[in-house]
């Protein structure tokens, strides 16, 4: 592989001073050594900031470059936006303080974008993980099990799939949009290409942000799964999917939104 481009690691932060520094360790040892490193910490109350600071003096030589700004809260969205600007790569691998990639996850993803230029988003499956980084898988109702064999789901995109039967993930069905306006199936992990972003205008307020972004890339680009485990998606109390005053601010905005996208002709998408 030539390692010509750079890849910005772009992280969120928010109140995972238990997780960050394994987040941060995880994009420590990727395969893939051009890297920038960019995080916002979005107002945490907790000792996030300073677990980034300590971090990030140990390991800056690591990176091409780091960039981090801790500032008041502004929410997930302009935080997201501000990332996108502050990068310089090409190529931006997007990871929530409180997950993390597999050593191989950002080079597996950049050799995909790098030979497929029609492409604005590539991911792969995602792992289960606990609170305290052990794997773990789900039963029926995605209750958090130790014993693969008593698992119905043993990872995130074994899940997605099963719940959306009429999208195949190994084909190109996977992220058309006509798929995508019936619901979201993206699992985590993602590398985007920065450019798309910035074409379809970043993230939108009060918007579930990966389902709206998802949909905004899949109207110009093609997105792509790699039937490969990537990521460690953490499944613990505090997942925002859990928040139900979160997701129902946000619900009636989703709904409105996808109505008007359903209702236009396919030429105007």
């Not at 030539?2 to 109140?15: E, G, H």
């Not at 230029?117 to 590539?122: D, I, R, S, T």
């Not at 006509?178 to 205008?201: C, D, H, Q």
């Not at 680009?221 to 790699?226: E, H, I, P, W």
Request: charged share 30%; hydrophobic share 35%.
């Amino acid at each position: 592989m030539l390692f010509k481009k750079l890849v910005s690691v772009i992280i969120p932060a928010y109140n995972h001073e238990k997780y960050i520094e394994s987040c941060l360790q995880s994009v420590v040892e990727q395969t893939y050594p051009k890297l920038e490193l960019v995080i916002v910490n979005d107002g945490s109350s907790d000792n996030t900031h300073e677990k980034i600071v300590d971090f990030i003096a140990r390991h800056e030589k690591r990176f091409k470059k780091v960039s981090y700004i801790n500032r008041e809260h502004k929410g997930i969205w302009d935080t997201l936006n501000e990332l996108i600007a502050l990068a310089k790569g090409e190529y931006l691998y997007q990871i929530a303080s409180d997950d993390m990639a597999k050593p191989e996850a950002i080079g597996t993803l950049y050799r995909f974008m790098k030979r497929n230029p029609g492409y604005a988003l590539a991911v792969g499956d995602n792992e289960i993980i606990d609170s305290n980084n052990n794997i773990v898988y789900w039963d029926e109702v995605r209750n958090n099990i130790s014993d693969i064999t008593g698992a119905v789901y043993k990872t995130f995109g074994e899940f997605l799939q099963v719940h959306r039967p009429d999208v195949d993930f190994n084909s190109e069905q996977f992220g058309e949009l006509s798929t995508l306006l019936k619901g979201n199936y993206i699992p985590n992990g993602k590398m985007f290409r920065k450019s798309a972003l910035i074409e379809v205008g970043g993230y939108r307020r009060d918007f579930l942000e990966d389902w709206y972004m998802n949909i905004m890339l899949a109207k110009k680009y093609k997105l792509k799964y790699l039937d490969q485990t990537l990521f460690c998606y953490r499944w613990h109390e505090s997942n925002s999917i859990k928040n139900a005053a979160y997701i129902s601010r946000i619900q009636e905005n989703m709904r409105e939104f996808l109505e008007s996208e359903r209702e236009k002709p396919e030429t105007e998408r």
